[in-house]
């Protein structure tokens, strides 16, 4: 099964494509044309053109390899698109339609048909029951769903079992002036899951990251494994905590699982777990921007006591260690204010000031500190350390992240320049806090993780 034509074709045909707006086959095909490459329109009963471009009856009818297939059609019809397509010699699929294994019985036996005809012919199938994907950085928008041409790229890969909830991930990291790699909403899973995108994922020079949303799998061992193996840092959020075991497989035919084992398993294969699809993209922004911590030592520096108390108090809470600077750390930062509220971990400024990214550079060199977590409230006659945090990451090879807040018309430019120099920038103490606990975390499960298999399947 080639993913690569999948995810990176060169080539486009819309199944059931329509000229006829607010049709699925229209708003499939509206976002499609953005793509670089050639994109074709078929359906049998199309006349004319749609978006510069003419129908054509058949993909069968298409002189050129198509490489994707975005299937708009109806789900009874799927399994013999996806025949056709494979006879046709496309790579890959995106099956939008839902009705199928989530819907039980007859939707199961629907589904079997259409892996059979995929299988027969090895196309690779995204979905059924999803909403597509969307790589920025190739104007790939292979999804139904409006405003997705606006998403600008980045490092993040978003695995999705839910298409609503990865379109919901890259439309607040849009809205927070971050951008992604690929967004894939996975769906009913019914060739292509966890187990074969993240692999593909981890060798994609775009992908410095990777973010999972996961609801339950059938081989749980499996997601674990790819996870376990894959050199890109990877982060995940396991839904179903409480009981939602109806509700969650009657979405995307998932079985929700036991969560404890699930977390556990996580954990032992290295990877950190978070709680909410906020904590999920941040810390995923956090390893995607940043040199890999060694440790799980937070140096934290703040211009607020109340914030950096609050930090404190959550990255312990989650595991992270706040350790003591060395001596001449603390000597130095003395030296640059004297009289500082705080010289010790968490250094404390009592405010912002001109020798404020000085302090910043001094914690950063200590060889105590694996992370650095920054706060600053915004103050428009200083702005922030921005010539300090240019490039101090790369220098002393470990995370710095920047947590801030102020009147978003202000600091506006000031947060760009730190985004456009690949700061992780957070607006509050607790998501910075979090950020850099998960960083944390990430070092301790990455150094601790067993070669053994965990002790139950999940």
Known sequence: MNLQRLFRPERIAVVGASDTEGKLGYEAMANAVEFDGRVYPVNPSGEGEVFGEPFVESVTDIEETIDLALLAVPAHVVPDVVAECGEAGVGGAVIYAGGFAEAGGEGEELQEAVVAAADEHDVALLGPNTSGFVAPASNLLASFAGGVERLRPGGVTILAQSGGVAHQLAFSAHREGRGIATMVGLGNRANVGFEEAIPYFDSDPNTDAIVLHVEGTDDGRALLEACRDSDTPVIA???????????????????????????????QYGVPTVESTTELFDAGQALANSPEPEGANVGVVTAQAGPGIIIADRLQRAGATLPDLAADTQDEVGEILPGITYAEN????????????????????????????????????????????????????????????????????????????????????????????ALARYATLDDAAADEEVSADV
Do not use: C, I, W
């Open 346 to 437: 968490p250094v404390d400024t009592g405010r912002p000031m001109p020798e404020f990214g000085d302090v910043v550079e001094a914690v950063a060199e200590d060889h105590n500190v694996d992370v650095v977590l920054v706060y600053e409230l915004f103050e428009e006659a200083l702005g922030f350390p921005q010539e300090t945090l240019d490039g101090l990451a790369e220098r002393v090879e470990k995370p710095v992240l920047f947590a801030t807040e102020g009147p978003a018309e202000s600091m506006a430019d000031d947060l760009d320049a730190l985004r456009e120099a690949d700061v992780p920038v957070f607006t509050s103490p607790e998501r910075g806090a979090d950020a850099a606990a």
């Open 237 to 267: 959020y396991k839904v179903g905590q409480a009981d939602v075991g109806d509700f969650a497989e009657s979405h995307t035919g998932a079985l929700t699982g036991d969560h404890a084992l699930y977390t556990a398993g996580f954990a």
